[in-house]
């Protein structure tokens, strides 16, 4: 029989957490009066993970209200985030950027249960998401990438600078922790980064254009609205670094989505490209590099979702998860520009 395990012990006040979910209707309510928004204010969670994200509607308005992970950006951080979205507002480029509350500030430090999380009120990007763009589509966010770069070409934060190391050094290791070191895998990763160490330190880089990067444009952060405009927003991952590491990013994620054999696959990168170099020219030895930045950015990538597995990744990562990511994706895109073969 087991025993009734009551005790006359008084219970903790809390148990210490490493990760919350704070409260949609208590966050509408703290917006009210830090923004002056209506009483009629609604607030929901549309997104938990690496940062919380949440959608607020006033009336007519809407807004995104992110909240981030304690500990994954410093408050510096979230400042140089804020100080690029409003230079690129006032160049005109078509971004989701920050709000100040009544009292001017940008950045709001809420008292969860883990410690001190920040956040911070955006605009809502009009429109929604399009999984399937058309090639007319691709060539208007070729112009918008370029036009962000003028803006960005020669400038730095103070957050990242994506290096080598950054990108697929320690993005390895962080993978490493999650598949053994002796699969086939693991060993083809390997190779990869060898080829990935030379193709950097050979790389000219007096024909590489340097700056403010974004590191994370494909469709999940960009929203179309039926009118044609096209506003880009997430920012989370912004740093330094070449900016054709944002071109094989694109064309990376355009590549998983259409994949390579479709019809539509490379005339919608051609065109990116063409909508891209209507702005800016990219030079052949960035050209020459943009399969492997890609590669480069599956690992950097694949690290993160390690590196997060507490609070985001835990759901779906596994070893058998990253062989068939591995697999079916990261060796695929060598295959087809011969990366990392012997």
Known sequence: MIENCRTNKPPMSYFPVTNSNLSAEHIGLFLQKKYSLSKDTKC????????????????????????????????????????????????????????????????????????????????????????????????????????????????KLERVHYTPEIIFVDSLKKISEFLKSDTEEMTFMRSVQTELIKEFANADSTQIRRGIVHLDIWFDNLNLSNDGQITLFDFDFCGNGWLCLDIAYYILQLHNIEKYEAKDYQPKVDSFMEGYESVLSISKEEKRLIPMLGISLYFFYLGIQCQRYENWSNSFLSENYLKRYINGLVKRYCDIYKIGIS
């Open 44 to 155: 929901q969670l549309i997104k938990a993970g690496i940062n919380d994200t949440y959608l607020v509607s006033d009336t007519s308005d809407k807004f995104i209200f992110r909240v981030y992970s304690l500990n994954w950006r410093a408050k510096t951080e979230i400042e140089e985030e804020i100080k690029l979205l409003n230079l690129l507002k006032e160049n005109g480029i078509s971004i989701s950027y920050p709000l100040c509350d009544t009292e001017q500030n940008y950045i709001q430090t809420l008292p969860a249960p883990e410690g001190d999380r920040f956040a911070v009120l955006f605009t809502f990007a009009p429109g929604e998401k399009q999984h399937l763009i058309s090639k007319e589509t691709h060539f208007k966010i070729g112009q918008l990438m370029a036009k962000f770069h003028q803006v960005t070409q020669n400038l």
